[in-house]
């Protein structure tokens, strides 16, 4: 049975358009593990332009399933977590001038340090990268513990055909991923339509969303929207 990582990224976002105090992430992650959530996944970034770092020491104290921390991989990013402690870490591209996060991260042997850095304080390392073949038998080379793959390419085709080649695309990367050693996650720009498809394949053991649960948030309420997510994620 898969698990559900919600991100609540955009609850942070809603608040920085005021600069104020409300909403609350903190409030979100309690509301989203009361209500199914596995993990509760944040995004620290360079430019702060959601999650604040008060954000992730709040959520650290209170979180009672996973704590996920995607960030780059970078000096400040890699002291952060290694003073906060998340459960995991997910190393993705970033890019200031990006809306959000718009492809895998292409590892090199630079990576190696950082994962070992991280993987010495006693952090689970995942990475984000594309269904590709190399970059997941590079993952496993560096050290990596999880793959997530992008699945940002697929929710956005319509093409049946397209949409059957990159599945199978996708599929044979859990594949190679768990055969590697590592656990495979599937996350980005899923949601109450296209997740069910990839829930069926039974190759995740976890699907981060976060964009679609809070958009169905503001009509239906946090609760109800973690709640239906983990009923597609949950059953096959």
Known sequence: MAELGVNIDHIATL???????????VY???????????????????????????????????V???????????????????NIKPDIVTLVPEKREELTTEGGLLLTKDHEAVIKELKDA??????????DPDMIKMAAKLGADTVEIHTGHYANLKDSKELDDEVAKIKKGAKLTKSSGMRPVAGHGLNYHNTQRLVELGSF???????SIISRAVFTGLAEAVQRMKDIVTTK
Do not use: C, W, Y
Not at 64 to 82: C, D, F, G, R, Y
Not at 205 to 211: Q, T
């Open 205 to 211: 053991e976890e699907f981060n969303i976060g964009h």
């Open 15 to 25: 608040r920085q358009a005021r600069m104020g105090v409300e909403p609350e992430p």
């Open 64 to 82: 009672q399933t996973k704590l996920n921390l995607e960030m780059a991989a970078t000096a400040e990013m890699v002291s952060i977590a290694k």
């Open 28 to 62: 979100a992650a309690n509301i989203a593990e009361q209500h199914g959530a596995d993990q509760i996944t944040i995004h620290l970034r360079e430019d702060r332009r959601h999650i604040q770092l008060r954000d992730l020491k709040l959520i650290r104290n209170i």
């Open 122 to 131: 006693g952090i689970e390392v995942s990475v984000f990268i594309e269904a």
